[in-house]
């Protein structure tokens, strides 16, 4: 028997631009609480939000920028993990600069839309990252997978 996926509502929870987590207005200051909602957001294409999870319940949540988060890259396989925990592989042609604050920013999860939904390097990954840029005759590549990506000129 399948069961119904409860329904959405709002909730007053919102994911920060910056990776903070709050309750209405209130900062969530459980650190176990903040990793199971990094790990639980999924977008829903359907109605172009972002929900989690805990137990039976699902609640919307806003989103300052981003729903996922990059905390890894491996520059070799040229592969990303997300926040959510998933794994996959990083196009550099959609790195942008958060308009919030400069952060990079590029585009995950194109089997749930094509454009792709936004993810957030964190501070660190995003130092491995431009630490690994070149210049190469005025422009910047990204030496990732055995290749030499192109890097969208407002990126550096």
Known sequence: MDRAAPPLRAFGLVLH?????SHQGRPIAHRRLREHFDRSVRYLPEERCSVVTLRQFRALVEVEEASFFVRELDLGSGEIRLSD?????????SLQPSPIDGALLCRVKRTLLPEGVVARFDPGVQAELLLAVEEEMGSFVLPIAGRRAALPPAVL
Do not use: A, F, V
């Not at 631009?17 to 987590?21: A, E, N, S, V």
């Not at 925990?85 to 042609?93: A, C, H, N, T, V």
């Open 17 to 21: 631009h910056d990776g903070r987590w």
């Open 85 to 93: 925990g998933s794994r996959e592989i990083l196009d550099p042609s």
